[in-house]
């Protein structure tokens, strides 16, 4: 017996790899070659198509397609309607499956309802993407990103609040961590207090 759950609804392909714990809902489609870590959750109408992975603890809301090339790293959350790509000029009557290019969400990322992350880029850990943005360029590790195109306009704490900088510093009233910015990257200096 499978330590996962898929509703009646949904299809699981042979050759997918699903881990414990993770919950497949309504009408659903994991095809074959694709990895899901454990703990993962998955809304409705989501679809996973091969040589994707997904690891432990992703959360992946309503309407979700996760295209080849696709990888998810922990902790990452998708918001309802989210997009990915993974051909930047397709055309119906082109094949260009060797054109595939790579995507990949950083532990800890949220990506907000109906944002659309073009293919081949990076989301460094714990960005933040808002709901509506297009991602058209590599995003770093905490950025808020908004807007089409998205443009970073501001840091959030690994938690999932907003950071607010002082002479290059923060500290998140949420958790206690401490950020540093340094030429464009924000580097966390002290982790958050146990419990907070």
């Not at 993770?22 to 659903?28: E, L, Q």
């Not at 409705?44 to 994707?52: A, E, F, K, L, R």
């Not at 704490?157 to 907003?162: K, L, S, T």
């Not at 464009?184 to 907070?196: E, K, N, T």
Request: charged share 15%; aromatic share 8%.
């Amino acid at each position: 017996m499978a330590d996962y759950f898929v509703h009646e609804s949904s299809y699981v392909d042979a050759g997918a790899v699903i881990g414990a714990g993770t919950k497949i809902w309504h009408f659903s489609h994991v095809m074959p070659g694709a990895v899901i870590g454990e703990g993962c959750n998955l809304g409705q109408n989501v679809v996973v198509m091969p040589g994707t992975r997904l690891g432990n603890n992703v959360k992946v809301q309503n309407n979700v397609s996760i295209y080849q090339g696709v990888t998810l790293e922990d902790d990452v959350f998708c918001g309802p309607s989210c997009v990915f790509t993974n051909v930047t000029n397709p055309r119906s009557h082109v094949s260009r499956k060797h054109e595939y290019r790579l995507t990949l969400v950083g532990k800890g990322s949220s990506i907000g309802a109906n944002a659309t992350i073009v293919c081949g880029v990076t989301l460094g850990p714990y960005a933040f993407v808002g709901a509506g943005a297009v991602v058209t360029s590599d995003v770093p590790a905490f950025a808020l990103m908004v807007g089409v195109p998205a443009r970073r306009v501001g840091w959030m704490c690994q938690c999932g609040e907003r950071l607010h900088l002082r002479d290059k510093s923060a500290a998140c009233g949420a958790c206690g961590a401490t950020y540093r910015e340094d030429q464009g990257a924000l580097s966390m200096i002290d982790p958050p207090r146990v419990g907070g």
